[in-house]
């Protein structure tokens, strides 16, 4: 979950989850309509199938016990070197450090470098037996996470009370210092096309191929408009939406018939028992409106 997700964001997610499965062999066993229900909101659906495609391998091939190499780790699906060094960490217990955002920047300012001209693996393997001193390294794994995120702050960090600004070159600098690369927003324009029925069904379908909503159910979407070929279809309105760092304009158009494509099926708009991603769901509600 916490695969780019912030914990702040994943905390309720957790324990909803959590409170349903319990144990590792009770998810091995579990629908995908319900996982996929339990982590509706949560957005990049495809790392719950990797987690339950993880989990039957982990009980039915290993014994439920988790590999212990980062090699072994990494063989499983959805698992590379951020989170494979944070299991061994945390769970093993491990002399391993998750590179995240955080953790690189930590490093970024105590050498006063942008995050690009560090080789981070090379640094920490430098640096192992001062970094790793005393047994507890899923602490430290741990405690430099959140260290990053709650007083090495991406902005504002809390220098002055930072127990560590005596070796921290950022401190010491006049901090003007490019450490990282602004995020980049993409914004995206979509025109996207209801096909309803006077049942209250709408047409879905999972053939997109949109990088943020790939295999999943979602009306037609087209990214360019050609007026004479969709003269027929009405204007239902204009909204903004974001998703991770795209910045979606939504023109929303609609018609009502009895037939749709192939590719499309029929789904109620209120009593759907399938599993809908918010994006679609706040399609459903602009267009509930029409009934």
């Known amino acids: 979950m916490l695969q780019q997700t912030q914990v702040k964001t994943v905390i309720p997610y957790f324990k909803r989850f959590t409170k349903e499965i319990k144990t590792l062999k009770k998810l091995s066993t579990t629908s995908e309509r319900k996982v996929l229900k339990l982590w509706e909101g949560l957005g990049y659906y495809r790392r719950a199938r990797n987690l339950m495609t993880t989990t039957k391998i982990i009980v039915n091939e290993k014994r439920s016990i988790l590999p212990k190499t980062l090699a072994d780790i990494k063989k499983l699906p959805g698992i590379g070197d951020y989170t494979g060094n944070v299991l061994l960490a945390l769970i093993y217990n491990q002399p391993r450090l998750a590179l995240d955002g955080n953790v690189k920047r930590v490093f970024s300012r105590i050498l006063n470098k ?12 430098k640096n192992k037996k001062k970094l790793f001193y005393s047994k507890r390294n899923s ?3 741990e405690a430099m996470m959140e260290f990053g995120a709650l007083i090495c702050k991406p902005k504002e960090p809390y220098c002055s009370i930072c127990p560590i600004n005596k070796i921290c070159k950022f401190y010491k600098s006049d901090k003007n210092v490019k450490l990282t690369d602004t995020i980049k927003t993409n914004k995206k324009s979509y025109n996207i096309f209801c096909y309803l029925n006077k ?3 709408i047409g879905l379908t999972r053939k997109n191929n949109l990088g943020f909503l790939r295999e999943y159910n979602l009306p037609i979407v087209k990214e360019k408009l050609n007026k004479h070929k969709f003269k027929s279809w009405n204007f239902l309105c204009n909204y903004k939406n974001s998703i991770s760092n795209k910045k979606l304009d939504i023109n929303l ?9 192939k590719d499309l099926n029929w789904h109620s708009l209120y009593n759907n028992k399938e599993f809908i991603p918010t994006f679609t769901k706040k399609i459903f509600r602009q267009v509930e409106n029409l009934y």
Request: aromatic letters at 18%.
């Open 114 to 125: 942008h995050e690009k001209k560090l080789d981070f693996a090379s640094i920490i393997e």
């Open 139 to 141: 602490d430290f794994a």
């Open 253 to 261: 158009y609609y018609k009502f018939s009895n037939k749709i494509p």
């Open 199 to 201: 049942r209250k069904q």
